[in-house]
């Protein structure tokens, strides 16, 4: 059985840090697309950065872009996103997805999210 866990949310101050880790059980991370989304209330799930494949390039999206850095732990069946400079935005629930063939919305795998709150 496919398991995603995320872990490392929690309440940080604007311009903060803060490194976000899914744990994957069920499958090899390094041969999948994994991908980073966060969801707050109301609003669409929206794609912050996704690795395409083993050997793929990473991709950002434009409003997290040179604030965050995506990484893979092989090892250790893990990846990793590293959030810097955070921004006030609405509390979310961030997740991790995996899919075998390519980073898109709507990947196979979810975990079950875990909550960033950005406030002072």
């Known amino acids: 059985q496919v398991q995603l866990v995320e872990s490392g949310g929690g309440l940080v101050k604007p311009g903060g840090t803060l490194r976000l880790s899914c744990a994957a059980s069920?499958?090899?991370?390094?041969?999948?697309?994994v991908g980073w989304f966060r969801q707050a209330p109301g609003k669409e799930r929206e794609g912050l950065s996704c690795i395409s494949g083993p050997e793929g390039s990473t991709y950002y999206s434009g409003s997290v872009k040179g604030r965050v850095t995506l990484s893979r732990n092989n090892a250790k069946n893990m990846v990793y996103l590293q959030m810097n400079s955070l921004e006030p935005v609405d509390p979310s629930v961030y997740y991790c997805?995996?899919?075998?063939?390519?980073?898109?919305?709507?990947?196979?795998?979810w975990g079950k999210g875990t909550l960033v709150t950005v406030s002072s």
């Open positions: 997805a995996a899919d075998i063939t390519t980073c898109h919305r709507e990947m196979k795998y």
């Open positions: 069920g499958l090899t991370l390094k041969a999948y697309a």
